[in-house]
């Protein structure tokens, strides 16, 4: 036995895990989506279900249109569907009745289309505090997304206020994107970009998020693309991990099948609902 640590690996090995996250299901998702499928990158796309199918009104700057039930089932389905509240309503303003009420009505309609539990969700302006958050949690949520951007590539801390790295607008957005493709990383690092496709139209700048999807795409060896609640079960099944006191016994009392990295650079795979014994390597 001998002075060792672990490190969290994402699936295949890799070390580094990339994400998106928008809001609203305007019908600029459809661009989107079709850049994500292209580029093999996955996001999560949070819906208020009582505003779906709204019409922008003739002569508005920009189009805030969202699309309409049956069409997000289809454009959604290799994505994710996150819950983003009924009526896109500041929950911590309203009292807890009918706070859980919008967030549990659209859960109970977006889980329809989604046909399966929603698990993620983003706050609607990204207000939010404790009280929200409990009510979250009461409603099945496990993770739910800010707007405060930490500009690192740190595993988040609290499931139920995930910062992401940055909006896509950020003017550190590349400078953020090379960092992450070019830093050799030990630890294990997710770069996680929010936004609403409305905004691409709004602000003509369609070329940016594609320009970063062509950025990071061709790593697929090396970065793990998948949606946000992909992301957070991983996380949080590592955390689950059960470790006999000399470090030789590791139990998976979860789902998921985990790998970890070793400082005596082997890598194990931690099965699920299994127990793998870990070879002594002596310093
Ligand atoms: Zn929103």
């Not at 590539?153 to 957005?173: G, I, R, S, W, Y």
């Not at 320009?211 to 946000?228: G, Q, R």
């Amino acid at each position: 036995m001998g002075k060792r640590f672990d490190v969290l690996l994402f699936p295949g090995g890799k070390r580094k895990a990339f994400t998106l996250s928008y809001d609203d299901g305007v019908i600029q998702d459809r661009r989107l989506v079709a850049l994500c499928e292209k580029y093999h990158v996955k996001g999560t796309f949070n819906l208020g279900y009582g505003v779906l199918g709204y019409q922008s009104p003739e002569g508005m700057p920009f189009d805030i249109s969202k699309v309409t039930p049956a069409e997000a089932k289809e454009l959604y389905k290799n994505q994710e569907i996150g819950g983003h509240s009924l009526y896109h309503s500041d929950l911590t303003s309203l009292g807890s009745p009918y706070a859980i009420y919008e967030i549990l009505e659209d859960k109970r309609q977006l889980e329809k289309i989604a046909e399966k539990p929603l698990t993620m969700f983003a706050y609607p302006f990204g207000f939010y505090n404790d009280k929200v958050k409990e009510l979250l949690k009461i409603a099945g949520y496990k993770g739910a997304r800010t707007v405060n951007s930490t500009y690192s590539f740190d595993l988040p801390k609290d499931p139920l206020a995930l910062d992401p790295t940055c909006h896509h607008n950020d003017e550190k957005l590349f400078e953020l994107a090379k960092q992450f493709l070019e830093k050799p990383v030990m630890k294990a690092s997710l770069f996680y970009v929010w936004g609403h496709a409305y905004e691409f139209d709004r602000d003509d700048n369609w070329e940016r998020i594609e320009e970063l999807l062509k950025m990071v795409s061709p790593h697929e060896e090396e970065i793990w693309f998948a949606t946000n609640s992909e992301i957070l079960e991983y996380l949080e099944a590592y955390k689950m991990l059960e470790y006999s006191v000399d470090g030789s016994m590791i139990y998976n009392p979860t789902s998921t099948d985990l790998l970890i990295g070793t400082s005596f650079h082997t890598v194990e795979e931690i099965k699920a609902g299994t127990l793998t014994h870990i070879k002594d390597t002596p310093l």
